[in-house]
């Protein structure tokens, strides 16, 4: 039987090349994701060695609570000045040197844009003299020494082709910018930078001035004498330390790095990336269902002889598992080694420096083999299983009736796995439970497995309604596609539903993003009144952008929005502050209970009801809010309102904000054109007094509208890509399924083509059943995906979308594309069929 | 054979095809013919001629039986007359039309409109029903079906309360006789059967015979069989014995008795 089931692979291995082909894409996707990450994070880690070599131990304030995963390390309170003096003086201190590093200092490239991305951080830092206590080492020119001296990171010098000697602006979200004279050029940690991170490194004295350092620290490098061990004193230093400081050594302090930075890399590389991977490999499991099952039904014949010739079930079974778990290892094995390439080309994506080499573990391999075979294996078990049923005497039967209907069994499974499938959606998307994102998984899986079983009774009638101007059109083509499309409803559907899962994903998504644009835009013309808004993307800015509109005659009701890291009890928020007379000027908030104008009261604050609800405050509650440095302040709640595009948690007045906070920091300045200055002349006066804070944006409403939007859309647009992927997969599908019932026609395609169908209209006639087909899946795709997508938006109203737009045109258009990708996957099969020889094709047996 | 003879039925005919056919030469009374026709598959030493130099005239409105033992070319002959194969050498004619010269297409459309085919097999479209098939050669050319012929056909193929059904719900005699209706719908200029009956019990033999009798002389169908039963080639008007690709012997008026002598002598 062994020999049976190899056999059977090799004479197969064209027709399986296709279903090979969806697990190589899952499997590629499994591994190379894991090579990507693995590589990343060794990238990191060689850094943060390299960064923390020669630091014995390391001074910083508490680790900000809820500050999150970060790349390079959760973020800590900084410490004053004053402690550096404290820890020089302990016992086994080599040296000490205080770092200041704050994110928002841009380089400006000549073009008044700024140089970097809008992801990465753009550092600024001062020099450090002792070497072995910093992160940098100067590969070019000199350390930097009057206070117009800059060093910049290899990285940016080699992007932005900088050199020793030139000038340079650099912009900080702390003021205004300003020029510069580049110095040298330095690595950090060995690497020309930190992930694709820019640095611009000044004067201890600079440094404080341009980043604000507030006689602040970020933290303090530690060396120790040699013979003194760095737990040791480490454990003197924190001795010597106040409450709100700690002591790390180096490697704790790399090591806190690596693991936060592992955390994010899984949260925004590895996690998605992995969830699209089984997206494809839960599409490919369909194809692989469908062709072992085409298989099978073609081979019948063949296994009811092996029963006839005294084969028992079992080794039926077997000679089947066994073709499927070859094919798998082999598909695995080719997606692995895909992987690689993956991974690779992902990494020069990213922007990785150049000479990175690939981290390739073992486990990335062993899981994408294991992941590949085991899909492949499971999903053939149910054609196996109907191979074993085959009976000896189908052996002597002239053909197979086809089968007919659906048995009830399969159609109650159905019904129950969708089900309990929208169950789970329901559950997960309550909330009630915690783990939510699994649960909707699984849900959102059951429905596509419910519909797939479901989807055969769908496939007559709904074949016929889009069968039937192909009929009109086509003459005896289109009656005959439509016809072969119905003939084997299984099949079809199966074929079908693969299509159904990639579009339903497109769909709910773009339902999503269209709602949430909805909802953006009605809360955004709901909450901004001022005709301008102002912003940065990234950290807070200075009040200088407030003050700079202020003095200009051409704008009126400056307003600006100050943020504030606080903390209330154990949670980590921001806390809003804003000119009570901005109220209806340039903004609005809308009272649910309480009274928000009560926010012109000293120490009273407002809050929005999501917030009010999840921590049950209510309207004369009394909140103490503690701030990073500053004295605790005691608000009586005083109103409640509702969700606002602008801000949201607690607001305070700018008053009440005041004692509390010595760095002042803005993320929105609102304003309105002045007394007879148009809007449009009052923008360019607002776009040209910002022209030297080129890090913040300034936009009228209806520019910031549109921002939003595309904002959004982008989003819809990234995910909208991977999942082609996805439905490209689903497209071999049909090709795949398209090819084997070509074959099987053989005969019937031979007799049209003797009673005189020409080979255009053989052609035609499975290139519409292919649409056919498509269409079927594009029509399921859509009704499950807008179902989703419903849902979805309900769940999120508390989030803020409350609006559900339903995008019919990006619908219409995801319809057309999936039946011009049934055009596409019928190429291939529809010239093999034009091209049989019809004397040959009538009398195959 | 008590049929009457098959000139007589072509001048009472009312089928229009026979009705516009010119009767003037020779070449025209025939509705195929074959001219010196060999066909040969494989080169060089290998080679084997199935067809070796057959001349042969297919006369309108006849029933021309085709027999020969297994191997002497009857099936390749069909084939290449009804311009499904091409020929090595010679030429076949399907009317004045040479088949030779014509692509695939110009073939296509010439089989859609001139030719009809009944095969051992049925071959019926099973995702249609009957009618459906029935009329799929119209279809095809994008052709409404003519409802009197259509009815006729029907009527004499006793099919009629048969139409709606699929062919797998259809027994082999009835598949049988929706594939002759299906041959005569379109009422080509000549029909090919291949071994029609080779699937058949003796009794679903027998009508499907005796209805292909009917529409050679009610309606003046020209059609040529190929067939191995000597029951089946004695209704037809002529018989022609091939042996190793050549005609060697011609039988008019045939009876089974006849039939059963001349293929013994052949040993087939």
């Avoid at chain 1, 090799?10 to 190379?32: C, D, P, Q």
């Avoid at chain 1, 770092?99 to 992801?119: C, E, H, V, Y």
């Avoid at chain 1, 559907?493 to 899962?501: D, F, G």
């Avoid at chain 1, 921590?615 to 969700?643: A, E, M, Q, W």
Wanted: with cysteine; hydrophobic share 50%.
């Amino acid at each position: 039987m062994v020999k049976v089931g190899l056999r059977s692979l090799l004479t197969h291995k064209l027709r399986l090349l296709l279903t090979t082909l969806a697990i190589v894409v899952g499997v590629a996707s499994v591994t190379g994701t894991f090579i990507l990450t693995d590589t990343i994070n060794s990238t990191f880690n060689r850094i943060f060695q390299d960064a923390n070599a020669g630091v014995a131990v390391t001074v910083q304030g508490h680790q900000l609570r809820g500050s999150g995963d970060d790349i390079g390390g959760p973020a800590h309170a900084p410490v004053p000045r004053s402690l550096l003096g404290t820890v020089r003086g302990v016992t086994g201190v080599k040296d000490a040197v205080g770092i200041l590093q704050r994110n928002g200092a841009t380089f400006i490239g000549s073009d008044g844009k700024p140089l970097g991305g809008n992801g990465p951080p753009t550092f600024g830092t001062n020099w450090v003299a002792d070497a072995e206590l910093s992160p940098f080492h100067l590969r070019e020119g000199a350390a930097p020494s009057s206070s117009d001296d800059v060093v910049i990171d290899a990285l940016t010098a080699s992007k932005h082709h900088v050199v020793v000697g030139q000038h340079i602006l650099i912009a900080f979200l702390g003021g205004a910018e300003e020029q510069f004279l580049v110095r040298g050029i330095a690595s950090f940690g060995g690497s020309d930078s930190l992930g694709g991170a820019t640095f611009a490194i000044f004067t201890e004295a600079t440094a404080e001035r341009v980043l604000d350092g507030q006689n602040m620290y970020t933290r303090i490098n530690v060396s120790a004498v040699s013979g003194t061990a760095d737990t040791d004193l480490r454990d003197r230093i924190a001795a010597t330390l106040p409450s709100y400081a700690e002591a790390q050594t180096g490697q704790q302090a790399a090591a806190a790095a690596e693991q936060s930075t592992e955390a994010t890399i899984s949260t925004f590389i590895g996690t998605p990336l992995l969830v699209f991977a089984f997206i494809f490999l839960f599409v490919g499991s369909f194809l692989i269902v469908n062709t072992f099952n085409i298989l099978i039904a073609q081979r019948t014949r063949e296994l009811a002889l092996l029963r006839v010739l005294g084969a028992t079930r079992r080794q039926v079974l077997a000679s089947v598992l066994l073709e499927a778990s070859l094919t798998g290892l082999f598909a695995s094995g080719v997606g692995v080694l895909a992987g690689i390439l993956v991974a690779s080309g992902l990494t020069a994506l990213i922007g990785s420096p150049a000479g990175t080499t690939l981290a390739l573990q073992p486990r990335s391999f062993i899981i994408g083999i294991v992941v590949g075979t085991v899909v492949t294996v499971g999903a053939t078990m149910i054609p196996a299983r109907r191979a074993t049923r085959v009976p000896p005497v189908a052996a002597l039967r002239e053909a197979l009736p086809e089968t007919q209907g659906l048995p009830r069994r399969r159609i109650a499974s159905g019904a129950v796995v969708l089900v309990l499938g929208w169950i789970a959606i329901g559950v997960a998307l309550s909330g009630a439970t915690g783990v939510t994102l699994q649960l909707l998984g699984g849900g959102v899986l059951a429905v596509f497995i419910g519909v797939a079983l479901l989807a055969p009774l769908l496939v007559r009638p709904l074949a016929l309604v889009l069968g039937w101007p192909v009929r009109r059109a086509r003459g005896a083509a289109g009656l005959l596609a439509g016809e072969n499309a119905r003939r084997n409803p299984r099949r079809t559907a199966l074929t079908s539903a693969a299509l159904m899962i990639g579009l339903a994903l497109v769909t709910s998504v773009a339902v999503l993003t269209a709602s949430f644009r909805a909802s953006a835009d009605a809360a955004i013309s709901g909450a901004l009144r001022g005709d301008y808004i102002v912003f940065a993307r990234g950290p807070a800015f200075s009040p200088q952008v407030a003050d700079a509109l202020r003095s200009d005659q051409r704008l009126a009701d400056v307003s600006e929005l100050r943020v504030s890291d606080i903390l209330i009890g154990s949670s980590s928020q921001s806390l809003v502050a804003i000119d009570p007379a901005s109220e209806n000027r340039t903004l609005t908030f809308e009272t649910v209970s309480g009274d928000v104008g009560s926010i012109s009261q000293l120490n009273t604050a407002i809050l929005d009801k999501g917030e009010a609800a999840s921590s049950k405050v209510h309207v004369g509650d009394t909140v103490t809010i503690t701030f990073p440095t500053g004295p605790d302040l005691r608000v009586r709640v005083g109103g409640i309102y509702n969700t606002n595009a602008l801000a949201s948690g607690y607001i305070v007045s700018l008053a009440t904000l005041a004692p509390h906070v010595s760095m002042q920091r803005d993320f929105t300045v609102l304003a309105n054109a002045a007394p007879g200055v148009t809007v449009a002349d009052g923008e360019s006066a607002l776009k040209s007094d910002l022209s030297h804070f080129p890090l913040v944006m300034a936009m009228s409403r209806s520019e910031y509208r549109d921002f939003v939007g595309t904002q959004i859309d982008s989003l819809l647009n990234l995910v909208t890509g991977l999942l082609l992927l996805a439905i490209i997969i689903a497209v071999l599908g049909i090709i795949n399924t398209l090819a084997l019932s070509v074959l099987e026609r053989t005969r019937e395609i031979g007799l049209l083509r003797a009673l005189g169908m020409t080979r255009g209209q053989t052609r035609s006639m499975v290139r519409w059943e292919s649409v056919i087909i498509a269409l079927l899946g594009a029509v399921l795709g859509l009704v499950v995906g807008v179902t989703l997508g419903v849902a979805l938006v309900n769940a999120l109203y508390s989030l803020g979308i409350d609006h559900l737009a339903i995008p019919f045109g990006n619908m219409l258009q995801y319809a057309v594309i999936a039946a011009l990708f049934g055009v596409a996957a019928a190429v291939f099969p529809s010239i093999r069929a034009s091209r049989l020889d019809v004397l040959q094709a009538i009398s195959t047996e | 054979m008590r049929n009457p003879p098959p000139y007589m039925v072509l001048m009472m005919s009312t089928a229009p095809e026979a009705a516009q056919a010119p009767v003037a030469t020779n070449a025209a009374t025939a509705a195929a013919r074959a001219v010196a026709a060999v066909k040969e598959y494989g080169r060089g030493a290998t080679s084997v001629r199935a067809v070796d130099g057959i001349t042969l005239e297919l006369a309108r409105g006849r029933f021309t039986a085709i027999m020969g033992p297994s191997g002497s070319g009857k099936s390749t002959l069909l084939h290449c007359m009804a311009g499904l194969d091409r020929l090595t050498e010679g030429s076949t004619y399907i009317g004045d039309v040479e088949l030779g010269s014509l692509s695939d297409k110009e073939l296509t459309l010439l089989r859609r409109a001139k030719v009809g085919f009944i095969f051992q097999t049925f071959n019926l479209v099973p995702t249609l029903d009957a009618l459906d098939n029935i009329v799929l050669p119209l279809t095809i050319a994008g052709r409404k079906p003519d409802q009197a012929a259509l009815d006729e056909v029907v009527r004499i193929t006793g099919l009629g309360d048969r139409l709606s059904h699929r062919p797998a719900e259809l027994s082999g005699g009835q598949q049988q006789r929706v594939a002759a209706a299906r041959a005569l719908v379109s009422r080509p200029e000549i029909i090919f059967a291949d071994e029609p009956t080779g699937n058949l019990d003796s009794r679903a033999s027998a009508e499907l015979l005796d209805f292909l009798g009917h529409a050679v002389t009610d309606l003046g169908q020209t059609i040529a069989m190929v067939t191995h039963d000597p029951l089946a080639a004695s209704h037809a008007d002529r018989v022609v014995f091939l042996a190793d690709g050549r005609v060697v012997e011609e039988m008019a008026s045939p009876t089974a008795d006849g039939i059963l002598d001349v293929m013994r002598h052949l040993g087939g």
